[in-house]
């Protein structure tokens, strides 16, 4: 399976853009860039997903690199509230392999005021 | 607006013991999930249904069984428990299986084994 790498941490200071990174060399044409988020004690919440263009939603900017090797999670004016576990995903586009949905570590980010 | 519902929030068992989580979702999804995660770590799937009656195993299923009767409620049960399944547990469902249909999870259930 295709695996992504984040960061462990990052910090950010409350209103200025954040953009956290995810390296997935190995994806696959059929893989699906994911993203949610974990704030403190609760479940995850569905943040963004695209395949190979740039998408954007109310909640954030996915940027996508051209090789699809790497991708860029774009938080416009981070609040306090922003700060969680960011995870970014691979997920297959076909079959029950979709189901699969695989949670690494994460990017913990940190929104100071 | 409840989305997805995990009972109970926390619970202690002692080892060997045994235990029903109770998931409910009222979006009409045909899939759901179960995940644990352990401290400072990623979700794993434990197992998952893409529809009423039916079930799959994941990636860390042993020890745990599950059954989806109804559409709506997927259950999580523990038969002999075990530190090791010491954990939080979170439900989720979706639409689909598909890459478009993300997934909706509940706020967990906090499962101590001592």
């Known amino acids: 399976d295709a695996k992504t790498t984040q960061p462990n941490s990052m910090e950010s200071n409350e209103e200025e853009p954040v953009h956290l990174p995810c390296n997935h060399s190995?994806?696959?044409?059929?893989?699906?860039i994911h993203w949610y988020r974990q704030l403190p004690s609760q479940g995850p919440e569905y943040v963004i997903h695209g395949l190979t263009s740039n998408v954007n939603n109310r909640m954030a900017s996915l940027a996508i690199a051209e090789d699809r090797k790497s991708s860029t999670l774009i938080l416009h004016r981070a609040t306090l509230r922003d700060a969680a576990v960011y995870y970014c995903i691979l997920r297959e586009g076909w079959g029950n392999a979709g189901n699969m949905l695989t949670f690494g570590g994460g990017t913990r980010l940190m929104v100071k005021p | 607006n409840a989305g997805v519902t995990q009972t109970p929030k926390f619970r202690v068992l002692k080892t060997g013991q045994s235990m029903t989580l109770l998931c409910a979702q009222d979006m009409n999804h045909e899939y759901m999930y179960w995940y644990r995660q352990d401290p400072g770590m990623g979700l794993r799937l434990i197992h998952y249904?893409?529809?009423?009656?039916?079930?799959a195993k994941g990636e860390v299923p042993d020890g745990y069984n599950v059954s989806r009767l109804k559409k709506q409620n997927f259950l999580l049960g523990l038969e002999s428990a075990a530190p090791s399944q010491t954990s939080v547990y979170f439900c989720a469902s979706s639409y689909s299986g598909g890459y478009v249909s993300p997934l909706h999870f509940g706020n967990g259930t906090r499962l101590t084994v001592t």
């Open positions: 190995t994806i696959s044409g059929t893989d699906y």
């Open positions: 249904s893409v529809g009423e009656g039916t079930t």
